[in-house]
């Protein structure tokens, strides 16, 4: 299935995400709980000695070096160098019939962690990730014994750091292995698969397919798709291949086909909320004109003889869904509105007038703002025929001036007021936009 929605985070957005995610990691190494560790060993002209490692405290774990690398067709790779660690502990050793006891201090330094990251989907669309490989290289391990026989017990450090060193390097890629199953991925997993928008419609954001790597990005295709939450039918046209343009330059690419804003006439369509009513109550004050049988008779002589100075009411409804279609110049669309007439007849029921059919070219202008696609429309010329009257015949185009004023005034304040508030991006939790440009492509 094609997209109709796509993110591109680019290395300079994933080398943002690391520096977030490094921070993360520091912590959790911070807290590695480290075994009490014991054996025995002899040592020339002493003999057997038996000794307990125990209380072992990681002061700090720091990662100053790392980076993160797109791995193509394959995911993501972290690389960490010169870490260091430092651990401090007890001690206690029995030589023959001596036994003594002190503390100790552990440096680890020149600490490599390779990690790779495989990105996925899961059945309901979710993205996901987990460590597909992790090898940690500890190149050194200086251990410093403290007490009244210190001197001694340093002569066989190289046991006991020998013996650190293979526990760090196991412990370390189980916490890395738990943190991404801990923390990364439920963090990857508050990317909103569906957003509710309002009470008629929300947006299907699931994965189509897991996402790619390039050299250069990490792509990923999500269904894009506006519905309805009465009932959710299928839409009637496919969405087309999308070609997203190869821009890299910034952090993260959003690109949003006509199949994303179509499915949305669709299923507000399909929701009945392309409906509008034009009352009297609604033309504003300062507006000389009101929606009655007297203005009207102006145009149409005989409304005043069948009923005369009655109310009006407009019933705006979309034969069809509106199709948009977007180019370099913007987005544009070609709406046919209906426009039923009705006169309100003393006891408050309705009598048909006549019913209108309006072609206009509409213009949208698309923005961004707190997280949501945010727009406004600008109606170009209208084009008014006669589909049926019950009050004669009369000539449309006198009528042009009051539908200019219902539109701009009324109609078009509506529309716009919904589109300002915007239909929610796919961002995970905590996540802010900024510096945001919004371009059109063919």
């Known amino acids: 299935t094609n997209p109709g929605f796509v993110v591109r985070i680019t290395q300079a957005g994933l080398d943002y995400a690391h520096q977030q995610g490094i921070a993360v990691l520091e912590k959790e190494l911070a807290h590695l709980k480290m075994p009490d560790i014991s054996g025995d060993f002899r040592i020339r002209h002493v003999g057997k000695v038996r000794y307990e490692i125990s209380r072992l405290d990681l002061r700090r774990f720091h990662l100053p070096y790392s980076r993160i690398s797109l791995v193509p067709n394959v995911g993501l790779q972290v690389s960490i160098s010169n870490a ?4 401090d502990g007890n001690w206690r050793v029995k030589i023959h019939f001596i036994r003594d006891h002190g503390s100790f201090d552990l440096k680890v330094e020149n600490i490599y962690i390779k990690i790779n990251l495989k990105l996925g989907s899961d059945t309901s669309g979710k993205p996901t990730i987990d460590t597909s490989d992790c090898s940690t290289r500890i190149s050194e391990v200086r251990v410093h014994f403290s007490g009244k026989f210190g001197w001694l017990y340093n002569l066989f450090h190289s046991a006991i750091e020998s013996r650190f060193r293979k526990i760090l390097e196991s412990k370390v890629c189980e916490n890395v292995v738990s943190s991404v199953r801990r923390e990364l991925q439920p963090y990857l997993r508050t990317l909103p698969v569906t957003a509710r928008i309002d009470a008629m419609a929300g947006i299907d954001y699931s994965l189509v397919a897991p996402p790619t790597t390039t050299a250069q990005s990490l792509d990923v295709d999500l269904k894009g798709e506006f519905f309805s939450l009465a009932h959710r039918s299928a839409v009637p046209f496919p969405p087309l291949a ?10 993260v690419y959003f690109g949003a ?25 609604l033309i504003p004050k ?22 005369p100075d009655m109310l009006m009411k407009f019933r705006l409804s979309a034969s069809s869904a509106p199709f948009l279609n977007i180019g370099p110049g913007g987005l544009s669309l070609k709406p046919v509105v209906d426009i039923q007439a009705y006169a309100i007849l003393p006891n408050s029921s309705l009598a048909p007038l006549f019913l209108l059919s309006l072609v206009s070219n509409v213009s949208a202008v698309i923005d961004v703002k707190s997280g949501h696609i945010v727009g406004s429309l ?7 025929s006669l589909k049926h009257s019950d009050v004669g015949t009369f ?11 219902l539109a701009s005034n009324i109609l078009l304040p509506r529309l716009n007021a919904r589109l300002d508030q915007g239909f929610p991006l796919p961002l995970p939790d905590r996540i802010q936009l900024s510096n945001i440009l919004v371009r059109f492509h063919q």
Do not use: C, W
Request: a negative charge; glycine letters at 6%; aromatic letters at 16%.
């Open 84 to 87: 260091f660690a430092e651990v």
């Open 242 to 251: 999308l070609a997203f343009p190869p821009d890299h330059d910034r952090m």
């Open 257 to 281: 086909s006509s199949y994303f804003f179509n499915t949305a006439g669709f299923a507000y369509h399909g929701a009945g909320a392309l409906v509008f009513e034009i009352t009297d109550s």
């Open 286 to 307: 300062d507006i000389d004109f009101h929606l009655n049988t007297s203005t009207f008779s102006a145009f149409i002589p005989q409304l005043e003889k069948m009923y």
């Open 378 to 384: 600008k109606v170009g010329r209208m084009k008014l």
């Open 395 to 405: 000539q449309v185009r006198t009528l042009q001036s009051i539908m200019n004023i």
